[in-house]
């Protein structure tokens, strides 16, 4: 039923509705994201504001999708999603057939989902692909009311949305009720971690001011108000729009008598209606909204034509707003009020008739509104198997969080003297509750569940509860007394051989990310030995060949570590379980790029793997991180064209978590190494967000991209922060990460030293000297190809400290060779920049300074590497150094190759960009088509015209036509 209460104007927002439509719409980019939160009390008009930006925004051609969350702790998964595509489909003529299947085609995802192995992230990734196929290229609007309700699974759905992982331009308006915002509420953290990035708005909607009021208490009443009236509306409403509109009408309606309190005005208003609607309102206040008619007809037991009229009279008298998917209050204040009107024994009725409309109803049952309202009518019997259900259904859409609060209530409905059936048993309430707590990261409260169900003694596997505890105790950061949990299986007689099997397999995990690698090859090999002798195993057997190849790897035995990881590979691949097949390629790839450093085998391994994968279904999230492997090996070659196609084929899966995380990690080495600072810094800031609950071990890579990204911007007092931070909140022991973190940190100090701006810390020195002493003596306990590797990230500290009192060039060149000898060409041209810099600052050799300048010059044009370019090109400038042979300009023919091509001397990335350029595509343009930041792809025209020696896009685009028509 349509509704009319928002008749009066809409007053004192005018520059509001203006901001927040050019934040959502005007100011976002294709493929970029925006949102805009609006906090306030109850009453200030968030609700209004939502649908007049919405229907602006519509106005201008975006697709706005309206949903609501709903107001019980229990909430099912995505609901406000669903409930905005129903309404969305319900809208939707015949002429929009196309679009209509888009929406009917993601409803129905929902309705087939099951548990599988991509779990949560894998729904996160239809929802978000169906999303786009409905948008058709327009730009989209999540509109979301009463976000305080919010459900986990739609929280975690907004953060991935807003990290920016595709190419669809999405908004997101939400309201919040501000005074439900208390205590440990979880969407505090979430507007505090969106905070954080530059496209996320947070806007308190503040009450009216004096003038205001008065203007909308005028436009409801019909003219101005006398100065005793206006000053009564004032101090009874303080500005509360809503308030304000009910006294305007009390006013206009002569009902002069009312008190000056909320509750006088409400209960006047309802004790105003005729007896049916009196009690449409108490039942709608009672409900779930919103209330559908044909419930709310079953639980008031009217004729039809008299609950239209009730209904009517409610409305008119502004307490219920009627829409096609039900009815509402219009305002959350009235419930508070009525609730306090009606008995106990008359609540309880109220519930009763909920539910056994609910149970009767055709319909598919909403079992958790039916588990809440047998709960509220004293029926903890019938509300035991609703709430199970719930729980199993929250678990069938991955929404761990809302199984978990399902599971709780459970167990308190059983607990009931009255409780649940005597089929219903207690210990296996726990066993889902305890894991839905592990599974939602409630660590604390699934060790509390764990301890009950010992506690009541179900008779369960003790060995079971050991692995459990450990799993639980690990999940929870506490590694000490977790590996006493597995070391309590290994040990007992009465523990199966597969629980054995399991347990040595979990610890040699668990000491593997402790840094403790003998430790976890010898539970390795016992875990393979005990696996060797159980059935159906493999998940065992990959988990601890994971664990003895990098084992062996770190310990002297590089081969030994391959020919374990390639084992581990068959036996997945032989088995012919996905997840085992993926974890088995995905550390094969990890080992050759990480710790071997046979990063040529290991993006031929990664991209096969990552092929592999998707054929077995995992695209979103094994392929995914395989990609990010190779994307990160072929950076470190000096591939960096090649890796952006990597990464933007990656992205277009739209990956969650930490799989988005190595992704997103692994393409902001690039835009570092670019110099693109926006796309960095919106990256890191995505990272950031979505490590709002954890992710320790990619802590290092985070903070040692953001030394490197403040320190080509000058910020050497940033870069030292985060490299500090680095050392002292990481727990990683991973040598060759904690060498990297390092170098940075002594390069803050030297850039430091050297501009004369910001002063030398020397206890940071001294601290990082010591870190990087401790390195040294670690990696002499590791395998050759690692030792290498961190050799070379101590030749560069040692060449940093140097530059503290006077550059050493012989450390310098020392530092070039060992990083040319492994192959890595940006660090070894970053050591010829500093060797020319310190033969300079000597007065001596500058001949070889110059050769020097000239082959960092060559390397950092080729990667496209503008910060270090950059810098080359100014030392060369001080110097009087000419870096190359430049013809006139325009004139191509000094970029020619041996075989006449023009264009020889382009990467196939910036082959690809001088194509668009010729297309006369602009910038943005091209970033669409390649997936590329619209900032990236000025670098890469920046180059373009550096290498073919021209000043425009016509000259560039002239080359490329000729060179083509060659």
């Not at 508070?336 to 609540?347: G, I, K, N, Q």
């Not at 409905?413 to 305890?434: F, I, M, S």
Request: with cysteine; net charge neutral.
């Amino acid at each position: 039923m349509a509704s009319d209460v928002d008749t009066a104007p809409l007053v004192g927002r005018a520059d509001l509705l203006t901001a927040v439509r050019s934040a959502l719409l005007d100011d976002v980019a294709p493929g970029h994201t925006a949102a805009v939160f609006l906090t306030g009390e109850s009453g200030v008009g968030k609700t209004r504001l939502l649908r007049e930006v919405g229907a602006r925004l519509r106005e201008a051609g975006a697709l706005v999708l309206t949903g609501s969350c709903l107001d019980i702790g229990d909430a099912s998964p995505l609901h406000p999603l669903l409930q905005a595509l129903r309404r969305f489909d319900a809208e939707l003529t015949a002429s929009h057939a196309r679009t209509s299947s888009a929406v009917r085609g993601l409803l129905q995802t929902f309705a087939d989902e099951t548990a599988g192995p991509d779990g949560a992230g894998a729904l996160l990734e239809r929802v978000s692909r169906g999303l786009h196929l409905i948008a058709e290229g327009r730009p989209l609007v999540l509109v979301l009311d009463d976000l305080q309700w919010v459900d986990r699974s739609t929280r975690q759905l907004l953060l991935y949305l807003l990290a920016g992982l595709g190419d669809l331009q999405l908004s997101v308006l939400a309201a919040v009720r501000a005074e439900s915002l208390q205590g440990a509420h979880p969407l505090r953290r979430v507007l505090t971690e969106l905070r954080r990035l530059r496209s996320v708005r947070v806007l308190d909607l503040a009450p009216l001011d004096r003038p205001d009021t008065e203007r909308l208490a005028a436009a409801v009443v019909g003219g101005p108000l006398g100065p005793e009236a206006a000053e009564q509306v004032w101090r009874r409403s303080g500005g509360n729009p809503f308030v304000v509109e009910e006294l305007a009408r009390d006013l206009r309606d002569g009902r002069d008598g009312l008190s000056d309190t909320l509750r006088e005005i409400f209960l006047a208003r309802v004790d105003a209606l005729p007896q049916p609607a009196h009690a449409v309102v108490h039942a709608v206040a009672a409900g779930v909204e919103p209330v559908e008619h044909w419930l709310l007809a079953r639980v008031v037991r009217l004729p039809e034509d008299e609950l239209i009229e009730a209904v009517r009279a409610a409305v008119a008298h502004r307490l219920l707003v009627g829409a096609d998917d039900g009815y509402r209050l219009r305002h959350r204040l009235v419930a508070e009020v009525l609730e306090h009107e009606l008995l106990p024994a008359e609540r309880a009725a109220l519930h009763r008739r909920y539910a056994e409309a609910l149970t009767a109803a055709p319909a598919e049952l909403h079992q958790a509104r039916l588990a809440h309202h047998w709960r509220l009518a004293g029926e903890p019997a019938r509300a035991l198997p609703a709430a199970m259900a719930a729980a199993r259904e929250a678990e069938r859409l991955h929404g761990y969080a809302e199984a978990h609060r399902h599971w709780s209530v459970a167990l308190q409905l059983a607990d009931t003297p009255t409780g649940g059936p005597a089929a219903v048993d207690r210990a296996t309430l726990l066993e889902h509750a305890a894991e839905a707590a592990h599974h939602c990261g409630e660590h604390a409260r699934a060790l509390a569940l764990l301890e009950e169900l010992v506690a009541a003694d179900a008779g369960g596997s003790a060995c079971a509860l050991h692995i459990r505890r450990a799993r639980y105790l690990a999940a929870a950061g506490r590694s000490a007394p977790a590996e006493a949990e597995y070391q309590k299986v290994l040990e007992a007689a009465d523990c199966t051989p597969r629980e054995r099997a399991t347990a040595a397999a979990h610890l040699a995990e668990l000491l593997l990310h402790l840094g403790r690698y003998a430790d976890a090859g010898r539970r390795a090999r016992e875990a393979l030995r005990l696996a060797a002798r159980v059935e159906g195993s493999t998940s065992e057997v990959v988990l601890a060949s994971a664990a003895l190849g990098f084992s062996e790897a770190y310990l002297e035995d590089p081969d030994a570590g391959l020919a374990v990881m390639r084992e581990a590979l068959e036996t997945a691949e032989r088995a012919g379980r996905p997840e085992d097949v993926a974890c088995a390629y995905l550390h094969l790839a990890e080992l050759l790029t990480g710790p071997l450093n046979v990063l040529e085998e290991g993006v031929v391994v990664a991209r096969r793997g990552a092929e592999r994968v998707a054929e077995l279904g995992l695209g979103r999230t094994y392929e995914t991180r395989l990609l990010a492997i190779a994307t990160n090996g072929l950076f470190r070659v000096g591939q960096w064209s090649e890796a952006e196609k990597v990464v933007a084929a990656a992205l277009r899966h739209r990956p969650s978590g930490a799989d988005a995380v190595e992704l997103l990690l692994a393409r902001c080495r690039l835009s570092v190494g670019y110099g693109d600072i926006e796309a960095a810094d919106r990256d890191l800031d995505s990272v950031a967000t979505m490590l709002a609950g954890g992710g320790a071990r990619h802590v290092i890579p985070l903070l040692t991209l953001r030394a490197g990204l403040a320190m080509w911007q000058g910020r050497h007092d940033l870069a030292r922060q985060a490299v500090q931070r680095g050392l002292t909140e990481s727990r990683s022991d991973d040598v060759g990460i904690l060498a990297t973190l390092v170098w940075h940190g002594l390069r803050a100090e030297a850039e430091a030293h050297a501009s004369r701006v910001v002063a030398v810390d020397q206890t940071a020195v001294r601290r990082l000297r010591e870190v990087a002493e401790r390195v040294a003596r670690k990696s002499e306990h590791a395998a050759r190809p690692v030792r290498d590797v961190v050799d070379g990230f101590l030749a560069l500290c040692a060449a940093e400290v140097s530059r503290l009192d006077g550059s050493d060039p012989e450390l310098w060149a020392h530092a070039a060779a060992e990083w040319d000898r492994r192959n890595h060409p940006y660090p070894a041209a970053y050591s010829r920049l500093r060797q020319a810099e310190a033969l300079l600052a000597r007065r001596s050799r500058s001949a070889t300074a110059g050769k020097l300048l000239r082959q960092a010059y060559q390397v950092a044009q080729g990667l496209g590497a503008v910060p270090l370019t950059s810098e080359i090109r100014t030392l060369a400038g001080r110097a009087r150094v000419r870096l190359e042979e430049r013809g006139p300009v325009g004139n191509a023919g000094a970029a020619a190759g041996p075989d006449g091509d023009e264009l020889a001397v382009l990467t196939a990335r910036e082959r690809e960009v001088l194509a668009a350029v010729a297309e006369g595509l602009t910038n943005k343009e091209i970033g669409q088509r390649l997936f590329i930041s619209e900032r990236t792809i000025g670098v890469h025209v920046s180059h373009i015209f550096d290498k073919l020696q021209v000043r425009t896009r016509v000259q560039a685009s002239a080359i490329y036509l000729r060179s083509r028509s060659a």
